[in-house]
């Protein structure tokens, strides 16, 4: 790639990934879409990680002794520079990491509005006075930060899941020390840069950029001032770094896998279902962890089901994210790739027909077609896996009661969708969805005033909305004797 203006966003963000100039230590970042490196940014280890985290503790401690008040005007200027670099910011996360330039420009808005949410959460993080247990004495409840955090983040949100976890972090008064995903470096940096501009303390984001993440996790799991690490990612990592923070017993937020069921019942407009499936699969190219991993369709309405969403899969545009008119773009790498293709491989050899797609798309090698499978069974590898690409596969059913244990037959439990139009059932769904998040007659759950996370295997605590900001607290009692009454 041709560098960038000198004085422009971009030109800052690159001198700023790599500080120690072209002869530091460093990797390279790829455009997804064309394979053509981007730029290199510093590779840090072990010390870099050591050195962050002692000077995230040193500005932590002032941090914490500002007010609510003062936090949250930083927080909210913080705010408005995203805003103002909304289109820098959105072409950056489009280079680094593929997703079409209007869904990147909508993930810059949507993890802003953690930084808004949160500036006005935390002036409103209030203690509690306890009706007393024994005259003399009074019992109050004092919400404290838990102090310097640690952040480790996935590739597909590069901005959002950033601002999800380091706004509660400094609106409680905490610090942190943020690794980003390897493959998407760049937003990260240039979210600093903004925080820097805004007035934000230095200190108290520490970027660490690394190719060897479980040397960086290591320091940052075992570390005695790391008290809490906030992890988006995959399952198996997340219970690695649960491990490794268990002997310095850090409170840990793991936000994992998922195996989405969308349930689409007879009495639901079909049509509102496919616009649902259409947002929750094919956003991202099916590389969320809520999208949408098993279609239940009412044996009734599959095939008015199946026909409208492929109809709607067909006239998607496959490309590069930065062209105008593109709705789907490329994975993130081939060996994402290679893994959605085994998969789809494995259920086409075992008996599932493809209605749509199937294969690698011709626009190029991390390019994936959407495709539509039917004919899977519950057993089948696609059926148990997390897919993360474009490939929706429908199951037929006949009744609530066993669509309902199929829906629930999975170690995740993260999102879970549901059609109908019947309120009682509704309800019903609600209520026996073993999920951290049920959409009922909609395509997506997650906003800034919502609670996001799971259940079972996907995951402990939750981001977002007023339980967001907990997470980030200790809960300290005082008794306070002597009182007389
Ligand atoms: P995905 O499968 O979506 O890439 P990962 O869980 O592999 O999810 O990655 C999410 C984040 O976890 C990234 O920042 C990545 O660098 C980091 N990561 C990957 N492997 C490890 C590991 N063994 N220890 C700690 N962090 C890791």
């Known amino acids: ?11 800052r963000v690159f001198d700023a990934a790599l500080p120690g100039g072209v002869n530091a230590s460093s990797f390279p970042v790829f455009n997804p879409a064309t394979g053509v490196k981007i730029t290199q940014v510093a590779d840090m280890g072990p010390a870099e990680t050591e050195g962050a985290i002692a000077k995230a503790y040193e500005a932590q401690k002032l941090w914490a002794k500002e007010t609510a008040k003062a936090r949250a005007k930083l927080l909210m200027a913080w705010y408005d520079l995203i805003l103002e670099h909304q289109e820098d910011l959105a072409q950056l996360l489009t280079l680094e990491m ?12 949507f993890g802003a509005t953690f930084i808004e949410w949160f500036a006005e959460e935390g002036k409103r993080l209030y203690g509690d006075i306890i009706p007393t247990n024994m005259p003399g004495r009074r019992l109050m409840v004092l919400k404290q930060p838990i102090g310097v955090v640690a952040a480790i983040t996935p590739w597909n949100f590069p901005n959002a899941m950033i601002t ?32 820097d501009d805004a007035g934000l303390p230095d200190g108290l984001i520490n970027i660490i950029t690394a190719q060897n993440a479980p040397a960086v996790a290591k320091v940052l799991t075992e570390h005695p001032d790391i008290r809490k690490l ?40 079909i049509d509102a279902a496919v616009q649902g499936a259409l947002l929750s699969k094919y956003r991202n190219a ?28 067909d006239v998607m545009t496959v490309g590069d994210g930065m062209v105008d008119g593109t709705t789907v773009g ?48 519950n057993d089948m590898e696609i059926a148990q896996a997390e897919i993360f690409g474009p490939v929706a596969v429908l199951y ?48 997506t759950v ?12 996907s995951g402990i605590g939750r981001e977002g909305s007023k339980y967001g900001l907990d997470d980030f607290t200790e809960i300290k009692c005082v008794s306070m004797a002597g009182i007389g009454g």
């Open 230 to 269: 906030s992890f988006t990612g995959s399952t198996r990592v997340g219970k690695l770094l649960m491990k490794g923070c268990a002997d310095s017993v850090k409170k840990v937020s793991l936000e994992l896998g998922g195996n989405a069921p969308f349930i689409v019942f007879e009495d639901a407009d």
């Open 98 to 109: 593929g997703k079409p330039l209007v869904e990147a420009r909508g993930e810059i808005g």
């Open 446 to 457: 997650a906003s800034e005033a919502a609670p996001f996370g799971g259940v079972k295997q």
């Open 1 to 11: 790639m041709s560098a960038p203006v000198a004085g422009s966003f971009l030109a």
């Open 330 to 377: 490329p994975l993130i790498n081939n060996a994402a790739l290679t893994k959605v293709l085994g998969l789809v491989k494995g259920a086409l050899d075992a008996g599932a027909k493809a209605v749509t797609g199937g294969g690698v798309h011709p626009h190029g090698e991390n390019y994936f077609e959407p495709t539509i499978l039917v004919d899977a069974k």
């Open 164 to 195: 999800r976890k380091i706004a509660p972090a400094l609106a409680a008064g905490c610090s942190c020390v943020l690794k980003p995903a390897e493959d998407t470096p760049l937003s990260a940096v240039a979210l600093a840069i903004l925080a």
């Open 286 to 313: 099916g590389q969320t962890c809520v999208s949408s991993n098993r279609f239940y369709i009412h044996e009734n309405v599959f095939s008015a089901f199946a026909e409208k969403l492929t109809a709607a899969v």
């Open 396 to 443: 037929s059913f006949k009744t609530e009661e066993e669509v309902t244990l199929s829906a629930n037959d999975t170690p995740y439990g993260l999102a879970a969708y549901c059609y109908t139009r019947d309120m009682a059932r509704c309800w019903r769904m609600s209520e026996a969805l073993e999920y951290g998040m049920v959409a009922i007659n909609e395509g």
